[in-house]
């Protein structure tokens, strides 16, 4: 299994910025499509980005488009979630997550890999 670890979460006033890692201790990282995903007390688990093997192409929901840059160093096994403009809405633990099933971004049960999660709060 490939094993993922987030790290970086924090509590930010709105507005503010935060960086999120994803560490990956498995092998083969490379050979996984890598998104992040949120969920908020009570909600469902939403899909946020997801970024190429090679880190050459990103694929953003509508909700963090022009907020949210996901980018990914292969050689050091880590996927980053840059976030900026942070809003309180944007509050929620976010995972890291291995695509492992060819066929649209945003499905979750196409991700068959998870991190812990990491918990984003941002203030009013």
């Known amino acids: 299994q490939v094993q993922l670890v987030e790290s970086g979460g924090g509590l930010v006033q709105a507005g503010g910025s935060l960086r999120l890692s994803c560490a990956a201790s498995?092998?083969?990282?490379?050979?996984?499509?890598m998104g992040w995903f949120r969920q908020a007390p009570g909600k469902e688990r939403e899909f946020v980005g997801v970024i190429g093997t090679r880190g050459r192409t990103t694929y953003y929901a509508d909700s963090v488009k022009g907020r949210f840059t996901i980018s990914r160093d292969n050689a050091k096994n880590t996927v980053y979630l840059q976030m900026n403009s942070l809003k309180p809405v944007d509050t929620a633990v976010y995972f890291c997550?291995?695509?492992?099933?060819?066929?649209?971004?945003?499905?979750?049960?196409?991700?068959?890999?998870w991190g812990q999660g990491t918990q984003v709060t941002v203030s009013s």
């Open positions: 997550a291995a695509k492992v099933v060819s066929g649209s971004d945003d499905y979750l049960a196409h991700y068959s890999y």
């Open positions: 498995a092998r083969q990282f490379s050979s996984y499509p």
